[in-house]
């Protein structure tokens, strides 16, 4: 059974910075990308960062030159780098790893951080 673990949230004020870690419990083979959503209170969950296997890198508009995602190169850990944080990135944060196994795809999800982004 696969977890995703996440650490690093917490409670910053503007203009500050964080750090989100998450890792996988086994290694997973056939990763397709790897990445970060965030869901506000009364809000859908939304793509905040993905890496696919190439490498390639998309972030949401809303957190261009603030956010950076990476990876290990085991593909067991991915992060993202937060600077400048806004109260408007105040958010769960979960990490999700998608891949492709016998049957169709996989879809992992992280239990969730917590981002508190104080004005």
């Known amino acids: 059974q696969v977890q995703l673990v996440e650490s690093g949230g917490g409670l910053v004020q503007a203009g500050g910075s964080l750090r989100l870690s998450c890792s996988a419990s086994i290694r997973i083979f056939n990763i397709n990308a790897m990445g970060w959503y965030r869901q506000a209170p009364g809000k859908q969950r939304e793509l905040v960062a993905v890496?696919?296997?190439?490498?390639?890198?998309n972030y949401a508009d809303s957190v261009k030159d603030r956010f950076t995602i990476s990876r290990d190169s085991a593909n067991t850990t991915v992060s993202l780098q937060m600077t400048n944080l806004k109260p408007e990135d105040t958010a769960v944060y979960y990490c999700n790893i998608n891949s492709a196994r016998v049957g169709g795809l996989a879809n992992y999800w992280g239990q969730g951080t917590q981002v508190t982004v104080s004005s």
């Open positions: 890496m696919t296997r190439a490498g390639n890198i």
